[in-house]
């Protein structure tokens, strides 16, 4: 059963690797950062935020433990000691994160899935430090892509609206993985 699963996660991570590359070097992300790898999945960005510098530590954040089981057997597989998994209940804000610790949120493929979106990240916003980032990538609705076309997809514009309303300002809009995907970056 196990290996039936991993077999999901592992294509999951796959498909995160097409762009992760350019992702990671416009977040130029430097030494000893605390990023948040929210609805981290397979794990894959987890992987690439623990690898960019050793100094890093990644919190892998996830509703589902076998997708944080997986995270924990990659991370020993890769010889990664700077992750650490963590599970949440659905639209929990009350991550047990430090005020003022975290660097960089990181959200792919997962703002659909929010109910409450702008609640959601106004409360996140005590647990940034001062330059504290929040990333978002999200499928935009292009009918072309499988994500586009089946709802797990927000329009960039919305995520926008939304987290000006939740308090943030737009820091960064990439076109790096345009038409398919939107990349969004905010601050305080
Ligand atoms: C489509 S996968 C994306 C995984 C990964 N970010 C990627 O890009 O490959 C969405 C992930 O978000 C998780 N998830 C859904 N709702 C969540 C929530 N409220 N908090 C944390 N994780 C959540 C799911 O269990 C799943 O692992």
Same mark, same amino acid.
């Given at each position: 059963m196990t290996v039936t699963y991993d077999l999901l996660l592992h294509y999951l991570n796959r498909q995160a690797?097409?762009?992760?590359?350019r992702i990671i070097t416009e977040l130029d992300?430097?030494?000893?950062? &605390?990023?948040?790898?929210?609805?981290a999945g397979g794990g894959h960005f987890s992987y690439q935020f623990a690898k960019v510098n050793l100094g890093n530590e990644v919190v892998a954040i996830d509703v589902d433990q076998r997708h944080l089981d997986f995270i924990e057997r990659q991370s020993v597989k890769?010889?990664?000691?700077?992750?650490? &998994? %963590?599970?949440?209940?659905?639209e929990?804000?009350?991550?047990?994160?430090?005020?003022?610790?975290?660097? %960089?949120?990181?959200m792919r493929n997962m703002?659909?899935?929010? &109910? &409450?979106?702008?609640?959601?990240?106004?409360?996140?916003?005590?647990? %940034?430090?001062?330059?504290?980032?929040?990333?978002?990538?999200?499928?935009?609705?292009?009918?072309k892509y499988v994500e586009g076309r089946t709802g797990h997809c927000t329009e960039e514009r919305t995520i926008q609206e939304i987290m000006t309303s939740a308090g943030y300002s737009l820091k960064a809009s990439s076109v790096a993985l345009k038409p398919k995907e939107s990349f969004t970056i905010y601050g305080v």
């Amino acid at each position: 059963m196990t290996v039936t699963y991993d077999l999901l996660l592992h294509y999951l991570n796959r498909q995160a690797k097409g762009n992760s590359e350019r992702i990671i070097t416009e977040l130029d992300i430097k030494n000893r950062q &605390t990023i948040v790898d929210i609805g981290a999945g397979g794990g894959h960005f987890s992987y690439q935020f623990a690898k960019v510098n050793l100094g890093n530590e990644v919190v892998a954040i996830d509703v589902d433990q076998r997708h944080l089981d997986f995270i924990e057997r990659q991370s020993v597989k890769q010889n990664l000691k700077n992750i650490r &998994t %963590l599970l949440v209940n659905t639209e929990d804000n009350s991550l047990p994160l430090g005020d003022n610790s975290v660097d %960089l949120f990181f959200m792919r493929n997962m703002f659909h899935d929010l &109910t &409450t979106p702008q609640q959601y990240f106004a409360n996140l916003k005590r647990k %940034l430090n001062d330059s504290g980032r929040i990333a978002i990538v999200e499928f935009l609705p292009n009918l072309k892509y499988v994500e586009g076309r089946t709802g797990h997809c927000t329009e960039e514009r919305t995520i926008q609206e939304i987290m000006t309303s939740a308090g943030y300002s737009l820091k960064a809009s990439s076109v790096a993985l345009k038409p398919k995907e939107s990349f969004t970056i905010y601050g305080v």
